[in-house]
C-alpha cells in the first residue's frame, strides 16, 4: 500500500486549504487513516484520525476548524482546514493503520500560514 498526501500550499492567516491522501491498492476501506503534522523543530504531532466506519476524531489543536472524511470508492481521506493559523504550518503526513497493527506511511505536503 502506498500513501500520497497532496494539496499543501501557502495561504494567509484565516484561510483555507483541503488535503488529499490517496493510497494505492485495495485494503482501503479497512484502513483507519490519521493525519499528522511536524512543524520545524518540532516533534510531529497527530492532527486527526478517521476509522475504517468513518468515525472522525480531532486533537483540540483543530477542533471545529478542520473536518476529515473519506471516499473509499476514490480511495481517499481529506482534510479540510479552515481558519488556518500561523501554527498550523508544517509538513502534513497521512499515515494508514489496519487492524493487525501494520502502518502505511507517504510523503508529507507542506502547509504554509502567514501571518
Known amino acids: 500500500v502506498q500513501l500520497q498526501a497532496s494539496g499543501g500550499g501557502t495561504v494567509q492567516a484565516g484561510g483555507s486549504l483541503q488535503l488529499s491522501c490517496t493510497a494505492s491498492g485495495n485494503i482501503f476501506p479497512l484502513l483507519a487513516v490519521s493525519w499528522e503534522r511536524q512543524g520545524t523543530g518540532e516533534q510531529r504531532e497527530l492532527v486527526a484520525q478517521?476509522?475504517?466506519?468513518?468515525?472522525?476524531k480531532y486533537e483540540d489543536l483543530v477542533q471545529g476548524r478542520f473536518n476529515i472524511s473519506r471516499d473509499n470508492a476514490k480511495n481517499t481521506v481529506y482534510l479540510q482546514m479552515n481558519n488556518l493559523l500561523p501554527e498550523d504550518t508544517g509538513i502534513y503526513y497521512c499515515k494508514g493503520k489496519l487492524f493487525t497493527g501494520r502502518e502505511y506511511w507517504g510523503r508529507g505536503t507542506q502547509v504554509t500560514v502567514s501571518s
Open positions: 478517521i476509522g475504517a466506519g468513518g468515525t472522525p
